[in-house]
């Protein structure tokens, strides 16, 4: 019915000169909501914003349900791409008002592809295939937003051929693990380090930022995080065992935050190595608690108890409310790259960061500084208390024997 309703809207455009706008959205992790809440939350949040897209939008064309979460618009009445791209920002902030379900206020935020014909096609199932790729695209890149460009296309082939080699050495446990140190600004210590995988596909890296979403959206994310907790946590006993009482860092996926065996997962980890817990930390975004923030706290109260050291990374670029981080059970916080750049010579990124840094000192937090590479960034580091810092000053990411070498250089007598 909707690919008859496209046609139609095609041939008319066709016929009067106009354009037709095709809108895919997809709502983001929408499954949690369902594994949360139950499938008959989930379906009346499904209801609401079916009837609420129906209300706003039925005058401009054609609105229906795919399946699932997904919604497709046919917008007839518009004269041109910016217009219609401003009713798809339109959709997203309609879709993002909270709905009250349940006696709860659910806000559910959504991806949206769009395409235009004729400029994108007139063949329906080819335009639904390309605001499809536009969606998904959107999606990879958190735009919210996304228009059909033809190196989607391209990109899917190539994100085909790097998701089913990504699985293959996934299980084979081919990815590598590199580290880097976190080192004291005022002494100079080594603390510890983040571990931090790396792939490679035929001989070239792809960088992280390629294929970690693609092993979210695989359900890889588990199967790479044991890998990385395991091989960081055996890394981690060979350091404690020369003498260097240090700790180990390793990034948890927001999809994890939901799965509530995680704890005991990482307790397992932790004894296999004959480690304590505080040999440990996890890294975990701001925007990965605020997407599923009963789950997430649930997940982190676990791991709090298990005594394993819990940082929000990147601090300051996500959404989350003062209120909530200041109930959260962490200890650690990590001041993103972007604040530390040009610290010194930016007043607003220096505001910034010593908001946070009072921050910490009021919540007993420490505060870790990432991407620091220049002396005088350090410095000012070190003159406002920073506890803690890494970055290209003091080491990029490097294997595991170089990450020893590095670290016996730095203990060696005539270093100290």
Known sequence: MFLTALREAIDA??????????????????????DALGHDIGEDLLRRIGRRLRERYARHGTVARFGGDEFALIIRDLPGEREILALAEDVRRTVARPAPVGGLSLVAQASIGVCVAPEHGTDPDRL????DLAMYAAKDSHSGVRIYDPDDDRDTARRLILMTALRADVAAGALTVVYQPKVSPSTGRVLGAEALTRWQYEGRPVPPDEFIPL?????LMWPLTRHVLDTALAECA???AGGHDMSVAVNLS???LADQTVAGQVQEA???????ARALTLEITENGIMADPE???RTLDTLFALGVTLSIDDFGTGHSSLGRLAHLPIHEMKIDKSFIRHIVTDRNRRAVTDAALQLARAL?????AEGVEEQAELDYLRQHGCDAVQGYLVSRPIPAAAFRDWLAERHAPAAA
Do not use: I, M, Y
Not at 128 to 131: C, G, I
Not at 364 to 368: A, E, H, S, Y
């Open 13 to 34: 455009a066709r016929e009067h000169g106009g354009v037709v706008g095709v809108l895919l959205l997809d709502l983001d992790r929408f499954k949690d909501v369902n």
């Open 128 to 131: 639904l295939r390309r605001a």
């Open 215 to 219: 092993a979210e959206r695989s359900g």
């Open 238 to 240: 060979s350091w404690r």
């Open 254 to 256: 927001p999809d994890l």
């Open 270 to 276: 932790l004894d296999r190595h004959g480690l304590p």
């Open 295 to 297: 789950n997430a706290r």
């Open 364 to 368: 007993d937090l420490t505060v870790v």
